[in-house]
């Protein structure tokens, strides 16, 4: 289906499934070559990342650890501002190649503020890999968002992992929302 409703909001067909998985293997290729010989540890941020992390993962070749952090940041298709950490960071980040894992990259606020949290850890490196990118929102550039899906215009999105008000997050595609 082309077009769907979720509660008060209409929603079109942005990404077929298979068009996802496509590019999550070929980021799956290029970070098995990039770490080769290391062991990065992954932080996906939840919720939104939980079915794109459980796809990117099954492309690692290279030994590595999962770990997750929950940060909330957003009420239905509107920024709040403000970051809540709900899950915090793991604790043994010292010297380790990390790589946290988004559904998106809007503002580039949240992502920002995780990446500090990371460094105040001193690891050996810290980079970013989200699915969704919407290079028109982004506030100030983010020099660690070194793997990106697609770049996507400046609308709300719902589906594999992504909500809205909640729901949408088991749908296989994403769709964008109808103004
Ligand atoms: P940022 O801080 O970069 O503005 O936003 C990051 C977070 O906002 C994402 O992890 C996601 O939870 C949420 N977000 C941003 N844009 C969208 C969108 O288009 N759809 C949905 N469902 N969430 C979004």
Do not use: W
């Not at 790589?99 to 990446?115: M, P, R």
């Amino acid at each position: 289906m082309n077009t769907i409703q979720i509660a008060d909001k209409k929603f079109e067909l942005l990404m077929e499934n298979e068009t996802i998985n496509k590019r999550i293997r070929l980021i799956g290729i290029q970070l098995n070559v990039d770490y080769e010989d290391r062991c990065p540890v992954f932080i996906g941020v939840l919720n939104g990342s939980f079915i794109f992390m459980g796809d990117l993962l099954k492309e690692i070749e290279v030994p590595c650890e999962v770990e997750f952090i929950k940060v909330s940041s957003y009420r239905g298709t509107e920024s709040i501002g403000t970051i809540k950490e709900v899950i915090g960071l793991p604790e043994n980040l010292g010297n380790r190649d990390v790589i946290i894992v988004e559904d998106i990259v809007d503002t580039g606020i949240t992502i920002k503020h995780i990446i500090d949290q990371v460094y105040l850890q001193k690891p050996a490196s810290v980079k970013v890999c989200s699915l969704l990118y919407k290079p028109a929102a982004l506030r100030a550039p983010v020099e660690e968002l070194q793997y990106t899906g697609f770049e996507i215009p400046n609308d709300f999105v719902v589906g594999y992992g992504l909500d809205y008000n909640g729901l949408g997050r088991n749908l296989k595609e994403i769709y964008r929302a109808i103004l």
